[in-house]
């Protein structure tokens, strides 16, 4: 079992800045990348950034040169910084986990795992 514990949502006026944690815990044999994905309501789930176990990353259009991701692999931890916060950045925020666990000796499994989702809330 993977345990994905989110933390650092809130409301923020637009302009601010938010700092979201999310620590993963449990049965991981390595991790492959960490990321953040967002849901506004009546829209689709969507891909905020992206930071893989060699430090390389990716950021959706809308959130480049605002949003940060970084890791700190020690604890299994990622982080999202987010800087000049907008109205439209206003969503649920998940964590997700991309990571191997052990099947057997000397197979693993590529699997993912999500966390429970931190509410970001910006207001004009």
């Known amino acids: 079992q993977v345990q994905l514990v989110e933390s650092g949502g809130g409301l923020v006026q637009a302009g601010g800045s938010l700092r979201l944690s999310c620590a993963a815990s449990g049965s991981i044999f390595s991790i492959n990348a960490m990321a953040w994905y967002r849901q506004a309501p009546g829209k689709q789930r969507e891909l905020v950034a992206r930071?893989?176990?060699?430090?390389?990353?990716n950021y959706a259009d809308s959130v480049k040169g605002r949003f940060t991701i970084s890791r700190d692999n020690a604890k299994n931890t990622v982080f999202l910084q987010m800087n000049s916060l907008k109205p439209e950045d206003t969503a649920v925020y998940y964590c997700n986990l991309d990571y191997e666990r052990l099947v057997v000796s000397g197979l693993t499994a590529k699997t993912q795992s999500w966390g429970q989702g931190t509410q970001v809330t910006v207001s004009s």
């Open positions: 930071i893989t176990s060699g430090g390389a990353t």
